[in-house]
């Protein structure tokens, strides 16, 4: 059974995932959004665990439209600050970007589920596609890219990122401020400089099944490796 709902902007779905109980929330684009549907889960849904999903643009020349990228660390590109970026204790600095992580076992354990099974889905050409699993950098920001000129080159140069989206920077930094475990998982759908926005509206249906089927047959695994990691099995 599923109960659907909306607070504030929105829209809130529970249930279960193979007995698993889980609260999806459709956030919305953007930082401000990701951080107001993070603060919902975690102060009014008491979730355990966050898991963020999505699509993403790719800034690493080897991703291909589809394949995966589980986000090792993030960073809000667009909240650069070139001179606070050399301070040691980047907290003291309000607004002053820095890297958020995922929880070390949370991720430890999503790869090991998702390397464990092989994932292919038929895209929009009907070409039977394999996804190919990636961990690192994402960058996030409110802005849509279309070309790498419109990231700080520092940014580029430090982090060497997989990828680009305009939600997981926030989610994670909301996470690290509650103490709450946090992973996410991003497909690629398109490829930045190279991909048109015609593509990626014609990618976007085939990767978010693709993405719901990925998780769908990666859960319980994930789960029942991080629980067995923090003793809880």
Known sequence: EVSCYNWR???VSSGKIHD?????ILSGVGKVYAALATYYLIEKENVDVILVTGLAGAI?????????????QTIAHDSWIPLYSRIQNSDSVPGAARPYY???LLLQSF???LQSNTFVYVDRFNNLTESKINIGMVLTGDKTISSLDQITSEILELYQAKCVDMETGAV???AAIFHIPCVAIRCISDQIGKSSPLDILRNMRVLCHHLADIIDKSLSVMLQEYLSLIGRN
């Open 172 to 174: 994670y930094q909301a």
């Open 9 to 11: 902007q929105c829209q």
């Open 60 to 72: 690493f020349s080897q991703l291909q439209i589809g394949d995966i990228v589980l986000a090792e």
């Open 111 to 113: 790869a090991k589920a």
């Open 20 to 24: 698993i109980p889980v609260i999806l």
């Open 102 to 104: 995922a929880d070390p």
